[in-house]
């Protein structure tokens, strides 16, 4: 699980062009909004974007475990690991 969460912190960075930051410096358990990386609703479309092409998997903008599966690095590590076995 730690190399698909390095994965997706690498993927958030490419994604979002976040430059001064490196995969080391997020901590798998911070928030991606509000007072933990600061992402915004725009940034949340791109990242799902981004799983989309790399992992294949389909995010609903609408469902409510989506806002879940975006609420760190660790959950949307759990979500494309599960999301993979179906």
Request: no cysteine.
């Amino acid at each position: 699980m730690q190399t698909l969460q390095l994965e997706i912190k690498q993927l958030l960075i490419n994604a979002l062009n976040l430059e001064d930051i490196t995969p080391d410096e997020i901590d798998p358990q911070t928030p991606l909004f509000g007072e933990g990386l600061g992402l915004d609703s725009i940034d949340a479309l791109e990242l799902g974007l981004a799983l989309q092409k790399r992992y294949g998997v389909s995010l609903s903008p609408d469902a409510a475990e989506t806002r879940d599966h975006f609420s760190s690095i660790a959950k949307l590590a759990e979500f494309v690991s599960h999301a993979r076995k179906i």
